[in-house]
Every structure is written in structure tokens, then in C-alpha cells.
């Protein structure tokens, strides 16, 4: 059974940082890319970055480009988002996201979210 | 990156069928096959239920279909059932690594 479990989340101020994780197991997970997706209480999905199954490509939206650093521990078998100089508007529930592909096509599995809350 | 553009509200009484629109450019869903649809339930984790415009992954049942027409994708819902009631998006690859989704539409069984 694929499992995605995240963590790292909680309040932080603005300018701040913080580092999520997602710990994956139940799959091969150097078979496939990974993303992260994010929700904003009471919005809609936003794709905030992805990476493929070695490294080898990135992408990242235009609102956390400059900003957020995807990365992946294929050993480790996670997936990590470093967020830095976080702002009001990154308030949202993080989701883990595994790719039906190695590349990079789709989402078929996703973690349960982990809470980011940017406030003073 | 800008966002894919879904109605926001759609409703149908049991039994009836529904169809959700996503329009994009020609640059994410009328350019790559990469267009997916995703089911979300209050609270919980969105669900893939249709990708690649028109497959369905196994368990989601043949009453959700996928299609495209230029650069609009849609997803119909036949034979409604309660437990459809959510939120769906759709999703596609826009080059250059990059996906987006549209804003979403709440479905209502009525």
C-alpha cells in the first residue's frame, strides 16, 4: 500500500523558513516523480513544484520560484520542500503527491497534508 | 502559470449526468495529453480519477469519463450518486515542468 506521509509544518513569521518532508514507503520510489501541491484554507489546488525521479528535471510555480527548493533523498526513499523567506499568502495545507510516472505525467497518490501557517 | 478555468458550482439529482468544463490554452491542455481530474471530499486528500484526458485508474468507476476538444477538457458523471458530492479539479502539464490546476467546482447531488 503506497503511504505518503508528511511533516515539518507550523507556524512560522513571515520571512521566516521552514523544511517539509514527506516520507514515502509501499512503492518504489525511484521510479517515479514526486510533487508537492498546496491548499490554502477554504481555496482550490495550487502545484507548487515538482521534481523527477533523479533529480534531473525541477519545476516550480511563479509564486514560490526564487523562494522554494524541491529536492529528494532516493536512499531515504522522501521528498523535501525548503521554503524560505515565506510570506502570508504560503498559509496553506501541504500535500505530498507521487507521479504515475518517472518523468512526470499526473498525481495518483497524495499524503494528508501537512499545515503551513506564515503569521505574526 | 495561469489557472485552468472550471465552473464554479455544477449540481444534478441522483441518477442524472453532469458534465464539469476546464479550459485552458493551447500551451496546457490543447498542447500535451498530460490532463488529469481529481476528487476531493471535505477534509480529506483529492483523488485521481481520470488522467491522460481519458483513462479512468483502477476502482473509480466507468460512470467518470474523461474528454478533450481543443483546449478544453471535460468530465462527466453519469448515473449520479450522493457520495459524488465534492469538490473536483482538473489538472494540466503547461511545459517546461510546470502543471496547473483550475479553481475547482463543487458538485451538488441534489
Known amino acids: 500500500e503506497v503511504q505518503l506521509v508528511e511533516s515539518g509544518g507550523g507556524l512560522v513569521q513571515p520571512g521566516g523558513s521552514l523544511r517539509l518532508s514527506c516520507a514515502s514507503s509501499?512503492?518504489?520510489?525511484?521510479?517515479?516523480?514526486m510533487h508537492w501541491v498546496r491548499q490554502a484554507p477554504g481555496k482550490g489546488l495550487e502545484w507548487v513544484s515538482g521534481?523527477?525521479?533523479?533529480?534531473?528535471?525541477?519545476g516550480y510555480a511563479d509564486s514560490v520560484k526564487g523562494r522554494f527548493t524541491i529536492s529528494r533523498d532516493n536512499a531515504k526513499t522522501s521528498l523535501y520542500l525548503q521554503m524560505n523567506s515565506l510570506r502570508a499568502e504560503d498559509t496553506a495545507f501541504y500535500y505530498c503527491?507521487?507521479?504515475?510516472?518517472?518523468?512526470?505525467?499526473?498525481?495518483?497518490?497524495w499524503g494528508q497534508g501537512t499545515l503551513v501557517t506564515v503569521s505574526s | 502559470q495561469s489557472a485552468l478555468t472550471q465552473p464554479r458550482s455544477v449540481s444534478g439529482s441522483p441518477g442524472q449526468s453532469v458534465t464539469i468544463s476546464c479550459t485552458g490554452t493551447?500551451?496546457?491542455?490543447?498542447?500535451?495529453?498530460?490532463v488529469s481530474w481529481y476528487q476531493q471530499h471535505p477534509g480529506k486528500a483529492p483523488k485521481l480519477m481520470i488522467y491522460?484526458?481519458?483513462n479512468r485508474p483502477s476502482g473509480v468507476p466507468d460512470r467518470f469519463s474523461g474528454s478533450r476538444s481543443g483546449n478544453t477538457a471535460s468530465l462527466t458523471i453519469s448515473g449520479l450518486q450522493a457520495d459524488d458530492e465534492a469538490d473536483y479539479y482538473c489538472?494540466?502539464?503547461?511545459?517546461?515542468?510546470?502543471?496547473?490546476f483550475g479553481g475547482g467546482t463543487k458538485l451538488t447531488v441534489l
Open positions: 521534481i523527477s525521479w533523479n533529480g534531473g528535471a525541477l
Open positions: 493551447s500551451s496546457d491542455i490543447g498542447g500535451y495529453n498530460y
Open positions: 489538472c494540466s502539464y503547461a511545459g517546461s515542468y510546470t502543471w496547473v
Open positions: 491522460d484526458v481519458t
Open positions: 509501499g512503492f518504489t520510489f525511484d521510479d517515479y516523480a
Open positions: 503527491a507521487k507521479d504515475s510516472a518517472a518523468a512526470g505525467t499526473n498525481f495518483d497518490f
